[in-house]
Nanobody, 125 residues
Framework: QVQLVESGGGLVQAGGSLRLSCAVS????????VAWFRQAPGKEREFVAV????????LYADSVKGRFTTSRDNAKNTVFLQMNSLKLEDAAIYYC??????????????????WGQGTRVTVSS
C-alpha cells in the first residue's frame, strides 16, 4: 500500500506563489502516476494536474494551465506542485493521489486508489 503525505500549504496573497510537496512511500516511486486534486468548500473535488511516472508531457486543468507546474524528484520520492500567480479561486484543500502502473494520465479522481490527507491553501485579497 502506498502512502502519500502532502505539505507546503498555507496563507498567501493573491498573485503570490506556493510550492506543495507530496512525499510518496510504500511502493516503487517510479511505478506511480501522481496527480493533484483540490476541493474548495461546498464544491466537488476537481482535477488540477498529473505527473507521468515515466516523464513526458504533463496534463493540467485549464484553470491552472500556465500558472501551475508539477514535477517529480525520483531521488526523493516526491512530487511537487509549484503554484504561481495564485487567485482567490485557487483556495482549497489540495490532495495528491497515486495509481500504480500504466502510462495514461487520468484526470478522474475515481482512477486513483491512494490519497494523501490534504494540505490547505488559503489565498487572501
Amino acid at each position: 500500500q502506498v502512502q502519500l503525505v502532502e505539505s507546503g500549504g498555507g496563507l498567501v496573497q493573491a498573485g503570490g506563489s506556493l510550492r506543495l510537496s507530496c512525499a510518496v512511500s510504500g511502493r516503487t516511486f517510479t511505478q506511480e502516476t501522481v496527480a493533484w486534486f483540490r476541493q474548495a468548500p461546498g464544491k466537488e473535488r476537481e482535477f488540477v494536474a498529473v505527473s507521468p511516472r515515466n516523464g513526458g508531457s504533463t496534463l493540467y486543468a485549464d484553470s491552472v494551465k500556465g500558472r501551475f507546474t508539477t514535477s517529480r524528484d525520483n531521488a526523493k520520492n516526491t512530487v511537487f506542485l509549484q503554484m504561481n500567480s495564485l487567485k482567490l479561486e485557487d483556495a482549497a484543500i489540495y490532495y495528491c493521489a497515486a495509481r500504480s502502473g500504466g502510462t495514461y494520465l487520468y484526470a478522474s479522481a475515481s482512477s486513483y486508489a491512494n490519497w494523501g490527507q490534504g494540505t490547505r491553501v488559503t489565498v487572501s485579497s
